[in-house]
């Protein structure tokens, strides 16, 4: 029992416990059990559970040697991390070897919990009433008008072995997810990479991340679709197991709002430009079909067409997909709102897809069209024999050329800043492009022998280049200017939102905290009245009301008017009682104050005490 006191109180503040027990073995006893964990460690099937097993034949009949506590140090700005990334929707989730009491003190100083969050704890070893209190939260929480409240879970490892069972994750997952945090305690190895796999199987479309500082993490950090190992006192087995590694807790912020939100923003412009390139590439000849009655006929020069994705084309979007930046790096660090993007899909999903999808048809068929037609119409004062009519590698490298153009001009639309590199490395992809093109001009056996300088001295060439570039690059940046004016002041609603929201949370929590403040006061100045008059009467040689058979009637202090007034739920004396009334009678006067409190239910509808000094009402 002492050591059970003491374990309780030092996990109340915050300290990290351990029991240390042994148990003495008899020399046959070791060597007996020694032979059967042997064959579990080197068993081919089912390994793990034959160890369990073998363990579990040891570690009985213990004698209790005693306990200890230390302080396990926060590293710095874990507090911040956790909540900025509470505010960039990312649901936290904490999973410790701690006892509840500390793992729930550890929750308040890491900021994963707060006095706005009400608390669901779930513990106890019968699967019945791990199923009943579920039942019970899962209910509760689907109530109309809980949808404002705001809870926090707590799971002991003793309920996770129950609730982590198939028939039991779902509704789980339910109630987690009705959560804004949720803490997971005296949880094993194994159950933090189950814990994960409940996830991943629940909710099928989420992206999970774990992270981790010792060897007990591994099983976790292999068990998430990303892991993170911090380097740290407790070794290196994490950081070799994870996929990236960092010292400190507080670089993560930096990993995921930063970097991991530019990595999602980029690559998601790198995916879809993919496909809107070659599908500008390739419609022009599906159009084309129309006018050959799909024969077949090729319409791109082969040489040309080959080069198109590996010089022409490929530069511009590689240097966009590594360098390009549309906020400052420390404005992204403060205002999480920019990383809601990514768990919102805002950038790539199917709309997005489609869409990118439809501006390469649309844009194909402007290329087709100006390439067909308006290359070939004659603007000619003589007959016929002064017209001229382009041939079909002419149309084809107005067409090709035009794909090059525009799927480069498109980058510059893309990028949200248009560095000196990229516009060095546009203009070498264009002229690459000329260099080719030139190059293959200048064979007599080559297809496109002698266009060159033909194709270039064509008015019409020009007009159907200036009208691809009106139809699609102007079009296309009108198109992103406009969405640009809807989409950044709704940014900036979301960001003053934010702002207010966290401002209001503050001031309650504030709120909150001081009225919690002002309660331990009251308690504390209740211990301290109480003490000076069993010291009163100890002075004076009387017995305190416990050993008269009476009930304590030392008075609670309020600052409400300076007020005594007795604790809420006290019972007093036969004598008090019986004066209450003769007491309200005499001070009720009119206009003047009547009578004295004695508890919340005697008040009485009376009106307030004078503000007078607490010493005038201690008699």
């Not at 309660?519 to 000076?532: C, D, F, H, I, P």
Request: aromatic share 10%; with cysteine; hydrophobic share 45%.
């Amino acid at each position: 029992a002492p050591t059970w006191t003491a374990l309780e109180k030092f996990a109340a503040i915050g300290l990290r416990t351990l029991i240390l027990a042994q148990r003495r073995l008899g020399e046959e006893e070791l060597a007996k059990w020694s032979s059967i964990y042997g064959e579990a460690q080197t068993a081919m099937e089912n390994r793990d559970a034959k160890v369990e097993e073998a363990q579990e034949l040891i570690e009985k009949d213990l004698e209790l040697v005693g306990a200890t506590a230390i302080e396990d140090k926060l590293q710095d700005e874990v507090g911040e991390t956790i909540a900025i990334l509470k505010e960039a929707g990312i649901s936290v989730w904490v999973l410790t070897g701690d006892k509840i009491e500390t793992a729930i003190n550890i929750g308040f100083s890491c900021k994963l919990l707060n006095a706005l969050l009400t608390r669901i704890v779930i513990d106890g070893k019968e699967e019945v009433e791990i199923k009943r209190r579920l039942d019970e939260e899962s209910q509760r929480l689907s109530a109309p008008g809980r949808d404002s409240e705001q809870y926090a879970l707590v799971l002991s490892g003793d309920a996770l072995i129950h609730a982590l069972k198939p028939e039991m994750g779902a509704e789980l997952m339910a109630i987690a997810s009705r959560c804004k945090a949720v803490l997971c305690c005296r949880v094993s190895p194994k159950q933090k990479a189950e814990v994960v796999t409940l996830v991943r199987r629940e909710r099928p479309q989420a992206v999970t991340l774990a992270i981790g500082d010792g060897a007990n993490d591994v099983n976790m950090i292999t068990a998430a679709h990303v892991g993170i190992g911090i380097k740290g006192v407790e070794g290196h087995q994490a950081a070799r197991s994870a996929d990236y590694s960092f010292g400190e807790f507080k670089f993560l912020r930096r990993l995921l709002l930063v970097h991991g939100r530019e990595c999602y923003r980029r690559n998601t412009a790198l995916v879809c430009y993919s496909f809107y390139k070659n599908a500008l590439l390739v419609l022009p000849q599906f159009w084309f079909g129309f006018l050959n009655n799909f024969s077949g006929l090729q319409l791109y020069e082969s040489f040309l067409y080959q080069l198109f994705n590996i010089f022409f084309a490929s530069l511009p979007i590689i240097i966009f997909a590594v360098f390009d930046k549309d906020h400052f790096a420390k404005q992204l660090y403060h205002e999480p709102v920019h990383y809601w993007q990514g768990p919102r899909h805002e950038l790539f999903n199917n709309n997005v897809f489609w869409k990118w999808f439809g501006i390469g048809v649309y844009q194909a068929l402007i290329i087709a069209f100006a390439s067909f037609y308006i290359l070939a119409s004659n603007f000619v004062s003589g007959g016929v024999s002064d017209a001229f009519v382009p041939d079909l590698w002419q149309s084809g490298v107005t067409a090709f050329g035009a794909c090059v153009s525009v799927a480069n001009f498109t980058i510059l639309l893309l990028a949200n800043s248009w560095s000196l590199l990229i516009l060095v490395v546009l203009s070498l992809s264009m002229l690459v492009y000329l260099l080719a093109y030139f190059l293959v001009n200048s064979f007599l056996s080559a297809e496109l022998y002698n266009t060159f300088a033909e194709l270039f001295g064509l008015p019409t060439f020009w007009l159907a280049n200036l009208f691809i570039f009106v139809a699609t690059i102007m079009f296309d940046a009108a198109r992103r200017r406009s969405t640009k004016y809807v989409a950044i002041p709704k940014l900036m609603d979301e960001i003053k939102e934010r702002r207010a929201s966290k401002k209001k949370e503050m001031m309650i929590e504030e709120q909150l905290l001081a009225q919690k403040a002002e309660e331990e006061r009251e308690r504390a100045l209740q211990v301290e009245a109480k003490a000076t008059l069993l010291k009163q009467w100890a002075a004076e040689g009387r017995a305190a009301p416990e050993e008269r058979g009476e009930v304590d009637v030392v008075p609670r202090v309020s600052l409400f008017g300076g007020r005594i007034a007795p604790p809420k739920d006290s019972i007093f004396s036969k004598e008090i009682l019986a004066l209450r009334e003769d007491i309200v009678r005499t001070l009720t006067v009119p206009n003047v104050h009547r009578g004295y409190a004695f508890s919340q239910a005697d008040m009485l509808d009376l009106d307030p005490l004078p503000r007078l000094p607490v010493e005038n009402y201690q008699n």
